[in-house]
């Protein structure tokens, strides 16, 4: 029952009388679509008029000079306004750079150590040469004999064959600190520490 | 455009006429276009809303938006799925901007799920066997009973069995799910039913 219903309500909904776009529609829509046409066109055309007027010949040496006239008070004012607001601060002074010369800097060299295979050790045998051989024996004999000994001076003064005399000043002594050494004589500090020990 | 011009874009398929309306411009692919589409949205906006004024003027904005957007679109979609989805988009707001427009001299108290368009339920004295000989006025009352319908089960109906559109491309045009679609359009047709039972009472 309840399919029957729906089977002839989905009957008649497809059954609706179709409704049509008017006779006019096409028409209207294309005067729409022209005049949306026609308004982009125009807003190109505004804009082509816009930059027509700067570059006309008149107008473009006035605003030439009038736009000159503006970057000049421009940069002007920029520069009064910085005076006015820095001119008691002290610049701070900037660190001079100075290029480095280009040195040319040589890597390196590499020193090449010798690797162990490349060390050959070689044993020769050298004899040792030290002259033609001296008795000991024989030189102590000759030289330790007493008539070979000569009046020799030890020290010789050549030039001063007179006596003379030598004044050796008197040695110093300080009495006051002699005679403390004598007070105080073997009492240093082992000979304290002998005597504690003693008394322990 | 004259009966040669007609049979030269006859053979090509929408696709084909917008992607060459892309690339020329040309206004007679374009008028082609309006031809094969402008009465079947038509039918679908006068169902949609109710209105042959409104739904005329939602049909000449959905071509002209065609014509200035022509560019957006793409081959990943079927031409009709997208000029659907414009016509139904700009019919739903409408709707609520005429909803809006009822809410200050009606104010519905429908605040149920998923849906912004209150329905005011008035009482309807049309439903009676007595008026039912004539099949104009029976057309008439089918046609009421949709629009006493809500919106989102109103536009699927008409898409599935008015325009008699597949339920796959159906959920292309509204961006809903195929399950939600033959869902929602089986709740439709059973409040159509009961809003049109003294039609259909044998």
Do not use: H
């Given at each position: 029952?309840?399919?029957?219903?729906?089977?002839?309500?989905?009957?008649?909904?497809?059954?609706?009388?179709?409704?049509?776009?008017?006779?006019?529609?096409?028409?209207?829509?294309?005067?729409?679509?022209?005049?949306?046409?026609?308004?982009?066109?125009?807003?190109?055309?505004?804009?082509l008029i816009g930059i027509k007027r700067i570059f006309n010949p008149i107008l473009a040496p006035a605003l030439t000079i009038l736009m000159a006239f503006g970057i000049i008070y421009y940069y002007l004012d920029k520069n009064n306004f910085q005076s006015q607001h820095f001119s008691g601060e002290i610049d701070r002074a900037k660190p001079i750079i100075v290029e480095e010369e280009n040195e040319i800097i040589t890597p390196p060299t590499k020193i090449k150590t010798p690797k162990k295979k490349d060390i050959v050790i070689t044993k020769v045998r050298?004899?040792?040469?030290?002259?033609?051989?001296?008795?000991?024996?024989?030189k102590l004999s000759i030289e330790s004999s007493f008539e070979n000994i000569s009046n020799e001076r030890l020290i010789d003064f050549p030039n001063i064959n007179k006596p003379f005399q030598i004044r050796i000043p008197p040695p110093y002594i300080n009495f006051d600190e002699e005679f403390e050494n004598f007070i105080f004589m073997g009492r240093t500090k082992d000979s304290i520490r002998l005597v504690n020990s003693k008394n322990r | 455009m004259d009966k040669s011009e007609r049979k030269k874009f006859s053979s090509k398929t929408d696709e084909e006429l917008i992607l060459e309306f892309q690339k020329t411009n040309s206004i007679e692919i374009f008028n082609e276009l309006v031809r094969r589409y402008k009465d079947p949205l038509m039918n679908f906006l006068f169902k949609f809303v109710g209105s042959r004024t409104v739904a005329e003027d939602i049909l000449q904005e959905t071509f002209?938006?065609?014509?200035?957007?022509?560019?957006?679109?793409?081959?990943?979609?079927?031409f009709s799925t997208w000029i659907y989805t414009i016509a139904s988009n700009l019919a739903k707001t409408e709707l609520r901007r005429q909803n809006r427009r009822a809410f200050f001299s009606i104010q519905g108290t429908n605040n149920k799920e998923e849906e912004d368009v209150s329905e005011i339920e008035l009482p309807d004295e049309t439903y009676r066997p007595d008026v039912q000989a004539d099949s104009n006025i029976k057309f008439k009352i089918i046609q009421d009973a949709l629009m006493k319908i809500k919106p989102i089960y109103r536009e699927l109906i008409i898409l599935r069995d008015i325009e008699d559109l597949?339920?796959?491309?159906?959920?292309?045009?509204?961006?809903?799910?195929?399950?939600?679609?033959?869902?929602?359009?089986?709740?439709?047709?059973?409040?159509?039913?009961?809003?049109?039972?003294d039609i259909y009472y044998e």
């Open positions: 029952m309840g399919n029957m219903r729906i089977e002839k309500l989905l009957t008649d909904l497809k059954n609706l009388p179709k409704e049509t776009a008017g006779e006019d529609f096409e028409q209207k829509l294309l005067e729409r679509i022209n005049q949306y046409e026609a308004r982009q066109s125009l807003d190109w055309s505004e804009k050298v004899p040792l040469n030290l002259g033609p051989g001296v008795s000991l024996d024989e | 002209f938006r065609l014509y200035k957007n022509k560019d957006y679109y793409t081959t990943v979609a079927k597949p339920y796959e491309e159906i959920a292309e045009i509204t961006g809903l799910k195929l399950g939600t679609v033959k869902s929602r359009i089986n709740r439709g047709r059973l409040q159509l039913q009961e809003l049109l039972k």
